[in-house]
């Protein structure tokens, strides 16, 4: 698997668990022993991995992310550092969104992820992914 | 300087040029030669740097970020790579934003940058910033 499809790997996965209610996988997805921060739409930062796992716990428990979809992905990898920018399909809408990866063990872990209202819509035959090293 | 004060730098003389309309440091700060990527309040991504600069250039044009100025910041550094998160303050309420740095010959240049509305608000205590080495 080359580093792009790696990083939409860990994404994907990120999503599945949001989609679906996995705050176990949730959990193991963020990046252990380095910050973490989080910005969920509407709210305020959250800075701490403790406050960020407790938002999430809830958000999974809850009805409104059930069945989230994560589409129009865009990749961009520097070094072990890797960021996506994405669309996530709701019922009813989208959000857009930026989730900030750290290669840890082989493994892309998340450290970062906004999300926020958009008009924006994906489209289906724009990928403009790119890896600097 | 130490790193985090050189981040925070950088962030700042963002956030004046957006403030003060100043298209041309806006233009230098972003970084060169990598993807850059920038998701406007409300908008889609942005993939491309020409993209990027003219949606800037119509932005300090107008008079919607006149005054614009930059609160509670807090910064985390992994390497040559850093991300801000930060309020942004206007008139008659806040944003809250991610800013992506990349260091290139000694300057913390923009890679990434995403604002969206916020319920949150800047506290004038609280400061949390952690280097990763």
């Known amino acids: 698997m080359d580093r792009i499809a790696e990083v939409l790997f860990a994404n994907e996965h990120f999503y599945q668990a ?11 997805l963020w990046a252990k022993g380095v910050p973490v921060t989080c910005i969920h739409p509407g709210h305020g930062p959250l800075m701490q991995r403790k406050e960020i ?22 990749v961009m990898i520097h070094g072990d550092l890797a960021w996506v920018i994405c669309y996530e399909s709701l019922q009813g809408g989208y959000l857009i969104a930026t989730n900030l990866f750290i290669q840890q063990n082989g493994e892309w872990k998340i450290m970062h992820h906004q999300a926020g209202p958009t008009s924006g819509r ?12």
Chains 1, 2 share one sequence.
């Not at 716990?57 to 059930?66: C, F, Y």
């Not at 994906?122 to 090293?133: H, L, V």
């Open 18 to 28: 949001f989609g679906t209610g996995d705050y176990q996988t949730m959990e193991s």
């Open 53 to 74: 796992m407790k938002s999430w716990k809830l958000i999974l428990q809850g009805e409104s992310a059930s069945g989230l979809q994560c589409k129009g992905e865009e």
């Open 122 to 133: 994906p489209s289906e035959n724009e990928e403009i992914s790119g890896e600097i090293n």
